[in-house]
């Protein structure tokens, strides 16, 4: 596996050793030791794995837990997004920050996003089904969402697409209103 720094030190893109022949591929999706040892995290688990389904401009997030934060390594099995994490630490040097990167079935890509991060997608093919495993486990009451186009963090999405949104992706808060980490 080889690992794809990021402008935020913490997030990273994992990018596997596929092993391809004519009748397919074959690739080692994850592995703790080497996770580990590419992103410097330390003592994370995977309790949940998580498999989604979305439309041609659905755009989810930007997601996170207040309490119960989690860390998340997401990928993409069919289709393509554009994938982002948001930096909502405070003391952190790159708070209110962004990263972005195209994951697809076809780089077989990930992104690491670890806790106190804000993470959202757009799907930029007809649709796409995106796989998550999940460090803390899902926690409603501690919900929240950061504004997918709040321009203080100003994402730059892909062009021409208009996004297609829950109702509590319509009503996420902009950064400077919402709980984030110290």
């Known amino acids: 596996m080889k690992l794809i720094t990021t402008s935020i030190r913490d997030v990273a893109i994992l990018e596997p050793n596929v092993f391809g022949d004519a009748r397919g591929f074959f690739f080692e999706s994850f592995n703790e030791r080497e996770f580990m040892a590419l992103t410097g995290a ?17 755009l989810r997030g930007l997601h996170y837990q207040i309490q119960q934060p989690q860390g998340k390594l997401v990928r ?10 948001v930096d909502i630490r405070k003391s952190s040097p790159t708070f209110g920050k962004w990263v972005g990167a195209t994951l697809s079935a076809d ?27 999940t460090t803390d486990y899902w926690a409603p009451g501690y919900e929240r969402c950061i504004a997918w186009n709040d321009p203080a963090i100003g994402i730059d999405w892909p062009p021409g697409i208009e ?20």
């Open 107 to 133: 780089n077989k890509r990930q992104m690491w996003v670890p806790p106190g991060f804000a993470h959202g997608f757009i799907v930029t093919s007809d649709s796409a089904e995106f796989l998550y495993k």
């Open 42 to 58: 330390k003592d994370i688990r995977f309790v949940q794995d998580n498999h989604s389904r979305s439309a041609r401009n659905v």
């Open 163 to 182: 996004p297609v949104l829950s109702e509590k992706d319509r009503n996420g808060k902009r950064l400077a209103e919402a709980e984030v980490f110290a």
């Open 76 to 85: 993409v099995v069919a289709g393509e997004v554009f994938d982002v994490a």
